[in-house]
């Protein structure tokens, strides 16, 4: 019996050898992509030379937004206070959540449900507004219009991936903004989700791909807080408002 206790199915290791799903990390290096190489370890095969192209889109689409975003603002703060930049890339990466890169997870199991179950877009905007939940994948603070989802959605209809979660995605959109007074786009992470249902991936991995995505765009902040700017510079809400208590004296012992 082996005396194993961990299996994997991801990546063979021996002594000067590695293979990922089968594959040799030496012909790897020479024969695949990023892109080619992030799909084959997510989905345990090669893409196809369509899902290898759209990989590479979704990828380049969340590389960074800019200081604006939560991430970049918490690893550009902790690399100020004098962190390393593993700590700093760290914080910016703990950020991501349901608000912000993360809707790919909850909108792309909303997407794959609902055309599991046939739901259509009036049907899931009222469901979600009787129960007063907003729909993860739309809005934005910044853009009326996300070019990047405008721009990923013609990449995915040249890759031949437009199908009925891209559809759905769309007429929500639509629906979500009938009648209503704010512009609320569908966002990179309402595109990303819709694409990789599309594809077939498991909503579960959808934080993955974002991850995968703005880590790059993390690491480029961090080294130019590092490489330009002082530590502990004026980083803070400067203009922060106090709304507490009125000055008062502690009662006397
Ligand atoms: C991204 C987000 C935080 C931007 O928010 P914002 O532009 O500051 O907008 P607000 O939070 O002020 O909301 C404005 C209105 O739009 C509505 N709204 C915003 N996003 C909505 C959504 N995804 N679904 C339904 N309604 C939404 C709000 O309920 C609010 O309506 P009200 O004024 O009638 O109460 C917000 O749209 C959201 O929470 N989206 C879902 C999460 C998401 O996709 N995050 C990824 C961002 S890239």
Redesign the pocket.
Known sequence: MSEANWTTSITKTAAGELRVRGYEITAMIRQLTFAQTVFLILKGELPSAAEARMMEGMLVSSIDHGITPPSNLAARTVMSGGNSLNAAVAAGVLTIGD??GG?IEQCAKILQEAVAQGEDAPTLVTRFKAAGK????????IHARDPRSSALFTLADECGFTGPHIRLAAALMEE?ERGGT?K?PL????AIAAIISEMGFDWRLGKGFFLIARVPGLVAHVFEEWTTQKPMRKLGPLGGEYAGPADRELPLV
Not at 134 to 141: A, D, K, S, T
Not at 187 to 190: A, F, H, R, S, W
């Open positions: 608000s912000h809707a907003r729909i993860p994948g739309y809005g934005h603070r979500l704010h609320l966002n990179v992470d309402g």
